[in-house]
């Protein structure tokens, strides 16, 4: 009896030995699952991929999480698991090439909108083209609805138009082509237009009226207006156009713009923009801006430039500053000013006459006093300043004003101030280390080297264009910043081809335009990412896939740092991702 009490003694121990086991292999689990829960989990994980962060304390990667709309995990394909669970998207991105999301520094935003909605003179070979389509478009328009159309350039039609002064046309051709509609036809630049007979008449323009200052109604050599408007003259017309637009009813007003918007924003996702600076918009547009920002209807990241009357800026610049307003849609620190105009329609202000036109250096558009005041009302109101300078002039006048404000404020750094000079294109070299030792930013656009290329020797001659047109070499070199961007629309929207144009400065007849200028791959990159981020105040938060900044990616369909030179305008945009979030992708992606 004892030996059978006994084992059932030695029975219960062991079971109860057993039931511990059990309830701490239980108790370990759920401190398992409850520690897995603490440990996040993303909204999005790209793997598979390679990633180029432009981060150079991790350059490269396999994977990266996102979470709540900022990077959360940057790493290799291994590590990535950890964060994903049943509510992660994952996109295998099969070898794909993965960059921080490309960073549009000089654009016109509601500018590029404007002109995919209005006729598309780009493309056109010589004068009799434009005519047809100008013609096509009077017929479907109602009498007196205005047509605008942009990017035609002279230089590049395939013969000139017959007759011509200066190789513009006249208007009376396009005149007699509509009869009962204004026409304004913009050239590619936006420093010169063409106006129809019925928009001068409209802008109470005769054969009487004079140039205005910093500006150029275009006469021939006996005194014959062709209908051609440079530069600050060209406000003869678009105020004309802008008082037609002002008698719309607002509702009417608004529903243009939102058109505008999204074709813009359209265009910018297709090509891979997650962060676009706007170079110029009245505090009216700004306020639209804000509205769409307000409603969650803002979806790339936009920088915009106030470009307003002095008055007005005094009254408005401190109570319209906006940093990272929108969850880091919108952002308002910067300033426009024009200290001259386009190298095309030889509006550049030089500091030697142009070799094609002996006598003429171009035309200081905004008077030096007035930008002086603007660059004070810039340090007042903590405001970045971009002043747009392209010609040799330009580019010395604009860094002698940064320089004065730098010495009279000795509270203020100029590196600091982040300063910039909008193109930059043509330099002496007396000027190339200023922009470096001043702190300024060179925002250039790779592509109008290479566009420019076939009339910048005519204008400037070998000499002079070898020296100092689009010199970027010789700034990195010195140590200076140079954001990258387009300008669209005075370009198309592209930073696959300006990539290509600032790696290769080839053209489109296959020759290079001063190559020894060109930029290397990687400084490329950089220009379009990080240093635009710099160039706008938001390195912090952009410009490099790095953990904790803000998860805006272009994901590209071949590796742009080591495919062969040929065949980087083949890169395609597969994905646009801002904010964690898809809102771009390329047709026929699984």
Same mark, same amino acid.
Not at 535 to 551: C, E, M, R, V
């Given at each position: 009896?004892?030996?059978?009490?006994?084992?059932?003694?030695?029975?219960?121990?062991?079971?109860?030995?057993?039931?511990?086991?059990?309830?701490?292999?239980?108790?370990?689990?759920?401190?398992?699952?409850?520690?897995?829960?603490?440990?996040?989990?993303?909204?999005?994980?790209?793997?598979?991929?390679?990633?180029?962060?432009?981060?150079?304390?991790?350059?490269?990667?396999?994977?990266?999480?996102?979470?709540?709309?900022?990077?959360?995990?940057?790493?290799?394909?291994?590590?990535?698991?950890?964060?994903?669970?049943?509510?992660?998207?994952?996109?295998?991105?099969?070898?794909?090439?993965?960059?921080?999301?490309?960073?549009?520094?000089?654009?016109?935003?509601?500018?590029?909108?404007?002109?995919?909605?209005?006729?598309?003179?780009?493309?056109?070979?010589?004068?009799?083209?434009?005519?047809?389509?100008?013609?096509?478009?009077?017929?479907?328009?109602?009498?007196?609805?205005?047509?605008?159309?942009?990017?035609?350039?002279?230089?590049?039609?395939?013969?000139?138009?017959?007759?011509?002064?200066?190789?513009?046309?006249?208007?009376?051709?396009?005149?007699?082509?509509?009869?009962?509609?204004?026409?304004?036809?913009?050239?590619?630049?936006?420093?010169?237009?063409?106006?129809? $007979?019925? !928009?001068? @008449?409209? +802008?109470?323009?005769? &054969?009487? %009226?004079?140039?205005?200052?910093? *500006?150029?109604?275009? /006469?021939?050599?006996?005194?014959?207006?062709?209908?051609?408007?440079?530069?600050?003259?060209?406000?003869?017309?678009?105020?004309?156009?802008?008082?037609?637009?002002?008698?719309?009813?607002?509702?009417?007003?608004?529903?243009?713009?939102?058109?505008?918007? $999204?074709? !813009?924003? @359209?265009? +910018?996702?297709?090509? &891979?923009? %997650?962060?676009?600076?706007?170079? *110029?918009?009245?505090? /009216?547009?700004?306020?639209?801006?804000?509205?769409?920002?307000?409603?969650?209807?803002?979806?790339?990241?936009?920088?915009?430039?106030?470009?307003?009357?002095?008055?007005?800026?005094?009254?408005?610049?401190?109570?319209?500053?906006?940093?990272?307003?929108?969850?880091?849609?919108?952002?308002?620190?910067?300033?426009?000013?024009?200290?001259?105009?386009?190298?095309?329609?030889?509006?550049?202000?030089?500091?030697?006459?142009?070799?094609?036109?002996?006598?003429?250096?171009?035309?200081?558009?905004?008077?030096?006093?007035?930008?002086?005041?603007?660059?004070?009302?810039?340090?007042?109101?903590?405001?970045?300043?971009?002043?747009?300078?392209?010609?040799?002039?330009?580019?010395?006048?604009?860094?002698?004003?940064?320089?004065?404000?730098?010495?009279?404020?000795?509270?203020?750094?100029?590196?600091?101030?982040?300063?910039?000079?909008?193109?930059?294109?043509?330099?002496?070299?007396?000027?190339?280390?200023?922009?470096?030792?001043?702190?300024?930013?060179?925002?250039?656009?790779?592509?109008?080297?290479?566009?420019?290329?076939?009339?910048?020797?005519?204008?400037?001659?070998?000499?002079?264009?070898?020296?100092?047109?689009?010199?970027?070499?010789?700034?990195?070199?010195?140590?200076?910043?140079?954001?990258?961007?387009?300008?669209?629309?005075?370009?198309?929207?592209?930073?696959?081809?300006?990539?290509?144009?600032?790696?290769?400065?080839?053209?489109?007849?296959?020759?290079?335009?001063?190559?020894?200028?060109?930029?290397?791959?990687?400084?490329?990159?950089?220009?379009?990412?990080?240093?635009?981020?710099?160039?706008?105040?938001?390195?912090?938060?952009?410009?490099?896939?790095?953990?904790?900044?803000?998860?805006?990616?272009?994901?590209?369909?071949?590796?742009?740092?080591?495919?062969?030179?040929?065949?980087?305008?083949?890169?395609?945009?597969?994905?646009?991702?801002?904010?964690?979030?898809?809102?771009?992708?390329?047709?026929?992606?699984?």
């Amino acid at each position: 009896m004892k030996q059978i009490i006994s084992r059932h003694k030695v029975s219960a121990r062991y079971s109860l030995r057993i039931t511990h086991y059990f309830f701490m292999l239980i108790a370990s689990v759920v401190f398992i699952a409850g520690c897995g829960s603490n440990n996040p989990t993303a909204d999005l994980v790209m793997k598979n991929g390679n990633i180029i962060t432009v981060d150079e304390k991790l350059p490269s990667a396999e994977a990266v999480a996102v979470k709540e709309g900022k990077i959360l995990f940057v790493g290799n394909n291994n590590d990535i698991e950890k964060y994903i669970d049943e509510n992660t998207e994952v996109l295998d991105l099969k070898g794909a090439t993965v960059i921080p999301g490309f960073f549009e520094s000089h654009a016109h935003f509601l500018g590029t909108g404007k002109a995919l909605l209005n006729l598309d003179l780009s493309d056109a070979a010589n004068w009799d083209e434009i005519i047809a389509k100008v013609a096509v478009a009077s017929e479907q328009a109602l009498p007196g609805e205005w047509i605008i159309g942009r990017g035609w350039h002279q230089e590049k039609w395939t013969d000139p138009p017959t007759p011509n002064f200066m190789g513009y046309p006249y208007n009376d051709q396009l005149s007699k082509a509509t009869p009962y509609n204004p026409v304004m036809l913009i050239h590619a630049s936006g420093h010169a237009l063409i106006a129809n $007979k019925k !928009a001068m @008449d409209a +802008a109470g323009v005769t &054969g009487d %009226t004079k140039s205005p200052k910093g *500006g150029n109604i275009v /006469r021939d050599s006996s005194g014959v207006i062709l209908g051609v408007f440079e530069e600050n003259a060209e406000d003869l017309i678009q105020n004309a156009y802008r008082s037609y637009l002002d008698k719309m009813p607002e509702a009417q007003r608004v529903k243009l713009l939102n058109k505008e918007v $999204k074709a !813009a924003t @359209d265009n +910018a996702l297709q090509y &891979g923009i %997650t962060s676009f600076y706007d170079a *110029g918009e009245n505090f /009216r547009t700004i306020d639209f801006l804000k509205n769409l920002a307000d409603s969650g209807k803002l979806k790339i990241r936009l920088n915009v430039m106030v470009l307003d009357e002095i008055p007005a800026m005094r009254k408005n610049l401190a109570k319209y500053k906006l940093i990272g307003y929108g969850d880091n849609h919108l952002t308002v620190r910067g300033i426009k000013q024009y200290m001259d105009g386009a190298l095309g329609s030889r509006g550049a202000w030089m500091l030697q006459d142009y070799s094609d036109s002996p006598g003429w250096r171009g035309l200081n558009v905004t008077p030096l006093s007035d930008i002086r005041k603007v660059a004070e009302l810039a340090i007042k109101n903590g405001y970045q300043l971009c002043t747009h300078a392209i010609g040799d002039r330009a580019n010395r006048e604009t860094l002698n004003i940064y320089e004065r404000a730098f010495k009279k404020h000795p509270e203020v750094d100029g590196k600091s101030l982040r300063w910039r000079i909008e193109h930059a294109q043509h330099l002496s070299n007396k000027d190339k280390p200023r922009f470096a030792k001043l702190g300024v930013i060179a925002a250039m656009q790779g592509i109008h080297a290479t566009s420019d290329a076939p009339f910048v020797i005519e204008r400037l001659g070998e000499k002079r264009a070898r020296e100092g047109a689009y010199v970027w070499r010789d700034l990195l070199d010195l140590g200076t910043v140079i954001a990258n961007g387009t300008d669209s629309p005075v370009e198309k929207l592209d930073p696959i081809a300006c990539y290509y144009a600032s790696v290769t400065r080839m053209t489109k007849s296959g020759k290079p335009f001063f190559p020894k200028q060109k930029m290397t791959r990687m400084e490329a990159l950089k220009s379009y990412t990080i240093n635009g981020a710099y160039a706008a105040f938001q390195d912090t938060l952009l410009g490099s896939i790095t953990k904790g900044k803000l998860a805006d990616f272009t994901v590209l369909s071949q590796n742009i740092l080591t495919v062969p030179d040929w065949k980087l305008p083949k890169t395609q945009i597969l994905y646009t991702i801002i904010g964690g979030k898809v809102l771009y992708k390329r047709q026929g992606l699984e």
